[in-house]
């Protein structure tokens, strides 16, 4: 096969170079020919695969990479893993996308992956294969949850993304390790009744904080902020005439307009009647987190444990139980994805309120 050297043209010619789903992989327009395209060492290295059928391309492709891992091995220079994660360390305090807690949560992860896999750290980071990334794999996943390792797994993958960037190796041998199946959090979340009474049993519960503590609990469910939003909601986010709450401070960086319900305004008017000589400035709520709390309520109650962030579960599940639609629940909750993610978790609330209005439905 022959080796391609691209002309004094070539970029202008650039545009002619068509990707492919498949990584390494492009087609040549003016011939409709693909080639297998690596970065070894700092240099691009364009190949003919000499064929125009996608399927034979994939398959020739294969023979390519080996030879050009092998050329990597045998004659490039010698990088130990540490080196490569040093790189996505700064990548992830460079990125600011990254919230303060996504990086702690990388970190997290790469203190856990050196104590579990110390090999990716002291190895040619061009010398590990597939083999040993599903071995420690498997180990992993004895240990950790599969939220836990497929996050993980993510960044084995970047890593290993990062080297074949840099042309230490021309594959990634973590891409077709299997993620783990996340099974659905089952929600045990309280009835209307329930609920009630554990929101009486924190208000009269005689600690120093104890109504702060029961209006807490109420905004978390009536609203379905998340516990870091709520913290951050000050008198001033709040408009009474057009009935709307605003979430300045969100999990994603975009505020939000959340509607007053009736319970929200409620609550809200009986607070601000309280807390009238404050400033529009101030923080809504006087406490920031009331698990304890809730737990000694749902205890009295006789229900199962939830959490701060259960509310907003129960929130939603309200809201589709009164026939608001996903969409807008989604939207209501801040969410981005149109209402997958909703659809996906409370689905099978929706076909349950679908069954029962159909019985009202008589001919």
């Keep these: 096969m022959k080796l391609n050297t691209p002309s004094p043209t070539k970029r202008k010619a650039d545009v002619e170079w068509v990707k492919t789903p498949y990584p ?23 190949r003919s695969l000499e064929t125009h059928v996608l399927t034979v391309a994939k398959l020739k492709l294969s023979d390519f990479l080996q030879d050009h891992r092998r050329l990597a091995i045998n004659k490039g220079e010698s990088v130990l893993g540490e080196v490569i994660i040093e790189m996505f360390k700064q990548e992830i305090e460079n990125d600011h996308n990254n919230k303060p807690r996504t990086k702690l949560y990388k970190q997290e992860v790469l203190t856990a992956l050196k104590k579990s896999w110390p090999g990716l750290y002291s190895t040619d980071i061009a010398k590990i294969s597939q083999k040993d990334c599903n071995e420690w794999a498997a180990e992993y996943g004895k240990q950790y949850s599969p939220t836990r390792y497929n996050g993980a797994l993510g960044i084995v993958r970047r890593i290993f993304e990062i080297t074949m960037e840099h042309g230490y190796r021309v594959d990634n041998p973590a891409k077709f390790v299997d993620r783990r199946r996340v099974k659905p959090k089952e929600l045990h979340l309280p009835s209307q009744t329930k609920f009630q009474e554990m929101a009486t049993h924190i208000e009269t519960s005689g600690a120093g904080q104890s109504k702060d503590c029961a209006n807490l609990f109420r905004f978390l469910a009536f609203s379905g902020m998340r516990i870091d939003e709520a913290r951050h909601v000050l008198w001033k986010d709040i408009d009474f005439e057009k009935g709307q709450l605003q979430a300045r401070i969100t999990k994603n960086g975009k505020a939000r307009w959340i509607p007053l319900n009736s319970s929200l305004r409620q609550l809200l008017e009986k607070m601000r009647e309280e807390q009238a000589n404050e400033s529009a400035d101030k923080a809504v709520m006087q406490v920031f987190e009331c698990q304890k709390s809730i737990d000694r309520a749902a205890k009295l109650v006789g229900v199962k444990r939830i959490t701060h962030h259960d509310l907003r579960h129960l929130f939603a599940t309200r809201c589709i139980e009164a026939g608001v639609d996903i969409p807008t629940v989604s939207r209501w909750l801040g969410h981005q994805d149109g209402g997958a993610l909703c659809m996906k978790t409370y689905g099978h609330l929706r076909d349950e309120h679908s069954q029962r209005e159909a019985l009202k439905v008589s001919f």
């Design 24 to 46: 390494n992989l492009i087609r040549y327009k003016p011939s409709g020919n693909y080639f297998g395209r690596v970065r070894v060492n700092g240099k691009l290295i364009r």
